[in-house]
């Protein structure tokens, strides 16, 4: 009884810490004094798994800022009041410098707007598409041109969006290099954020993040289930078409997604009608 007890005890001892370390919170008297900010900001390296059934390998010379402390990294000093912080998995930067004084920084979010497909993936058009950024009614930035080639790898289901943009009153440039990775139940967003003149360094960081991103195993794209998930409002080939020729896309899709359903149906549909016409004349 004796042991019992003893044992109860060192677990308690042990266990309470580990729950009072998950206490993330950063005082204001913290967040107003930037260098006792960065000081306190907690980061993890290699490996990770992320809490939407996928992976991440941090980039070699990298770190990633763990969610509760991005969400205040962007909200008290990137200007995010409107941030979605349910989607938000963290944000990376190099590991020598701080959220606050950096090159470039990575933001990760998951978006779970359904499964995406990619049967129409012919129909993207990146100048159609740029010509749509171009015009679009962004209340502080303007679409300038692609930085790289844009495309869409349907091996790795991977969309990459190089884009510049600029202030709408054309004093201040900046690059936002996107990258989505299809799963099952949506994607997860990779957007390099960077000043114009870290064009050039941008490549090989870049390239890391395209393959940095798995999905798990029943979480991939390739593992949708037509039966029971859910589908997105557009597709691949639908987000160069004006928001207008989305719903029309969609409907497309639904067909392409569900020809087979529909056509068993129909053939049910007309078999019952002729069976029953055909009581009626006996």
Known sequence: MKALILTLFLALILVLPIKAQTNYTISREVIDDSARFEASLIYV??????????????????????????????????????LDTSELLGIIIPENEGILTN?????????????ISDIDETELDFDRLGYNYRFSNYSKHRFVKWVFNPYYNSHQKLLHLPMMFCSTDDTTYFVNVCNWVLGREGYI?????????????L?????????AITFDE???????NQLSDKLADFTIGSLSFSPSSISENKDLQFLQEHWLLISIIIVAMLMGWLLLKGRRRS
């Open 189 to 201: 967003e990779s957007l390099i954020i960077a000043d114009t003149s870290e064009i050039k360094s």
């Open 203 to 211: 490549r090989e960081i870049q390239d890391y993040c395209k393959t």
């Open 45 to 82: 390296t290699g490996t990770q798994k992320l809490p939407c059934n996928a992976t991440i390998t941090v980039p070699k010379a990298h770190k990633l800022m763990i969610k509760e402390h991005a969400v205040i990294a962007l909200e008290e000093f990137f200007d995010r009041p409107d």
């Open 218 to 224: 029943g979480y991939t794209h390739n593992d949708y």
């Open 103 to 115: 090159q470039y920084f990575i933001e990760l979010y998951i978006k779970r707007d359904g499964f």
